[in-house]
């Protein structure tokens, strides 16, 4: 299995411009998770989704943050403007059951840089 | 609300020496807990994880966990530690909701020789 596959590993990009991070997350597994990463806020969920529909968004910082997840196979999150404090390591992550005591497989994950 | 707290940001050890990562939670019920190791620019992968099976818990690496109830603790500890385990070590526990987890704010390993 090739576990959880992000894309682009990084990427730079000018302030106010979109940006579209993509996740194929492990075959059969039907939670997906977004995560950021930065050095003030340790690790936040964004959005949750469970057999592709979004479950919980709370996370998802404003409206400039949007998920989309078409099928059990492909998710995207797009930033649009993008900000420079939107800078940060984004996660994609999948889950194979809704349980309590599932864990959840990480990809390596995009660093995003807003200049 | 579920969460953990990791009582320190650095940790350095010697290699060949214990490792402790401490770490306690905060839980209105009885949590799922698990610790997530994160390499320089890699991915968050898991070492190990408490499902209430067993209070020690083994987990990959030689790395291992206590979960203590009477001290809401889930230390993780490693007999000896090697250059290959410096790292960024998270503690982690279910969140309210159940399907997301909370994480603590990581602590760093540095190995030395």
């Known amino acids: 299995d090739a576990g959880v596959i992000q894309s682009p590993r990084h990427e730079v990009t000018e302030m106010g411009q979109e940006v579209t991070l993509r996740c194929k997350p492990i075959s059969g597994h039907n939670s997906l998770f977004w995560y950021r990463q930065t050095m003030m806020r340790g690790l936040e969920l964004l959005i949750y989704?469970?057999?592709?529909?979004?479950?919980?968004d709370s996370g998802m910082p404003e409206d400039r943050f949007s998920a989309k997840m078409p099928n059990a196979s492909f998710s995207t999150l797009k930033i649009q403007p993008s900000e420079p404090r939107d800078s940060a390591v984004y996660f994609c992550a999948s889950s194979p059951l809704q349980t309590m005591n599932t864990e959840a497989f990480f990809g390596q994950g995009t660093r995003l840089t807003v200049v | 609300a579920q969460s953990v707290t990791q009582l320190d940001s650095h940790v350095s050890v010697s290699e060949g020496t214990p490792v402790l990562l401490r770490c306690n939670y905060s839980?209105?019920?009885?949590?799922?807990l698990f610790w997530y190791v994160q390499h320089p620019n890699k991915g968050l992968q898991l070492l190990l994880k408490y499902t209430s099976a067993a209070t020690l818990v083994k987990g990959i690496n030689g790395f291992e966990a206590e979960f203590k109830k009477s001290e809401t603790s889930f230390h993780l500890t490693k007999p000896s530690a090697h250059m290959s385990d410096a790292a960024e070590y998270f503690c982690v526990v279910n969140s309210n909701s159940g399907y997301a987890l909370n994480f603590g704010k990581g602590t760093s390993l540095l190995v030395t020789p």
């Open positions: 839980s209105s019920y009885s949590p799922s």
């Open positions: 989704f469970n057999n592709n529909v979004p479950i919980d």
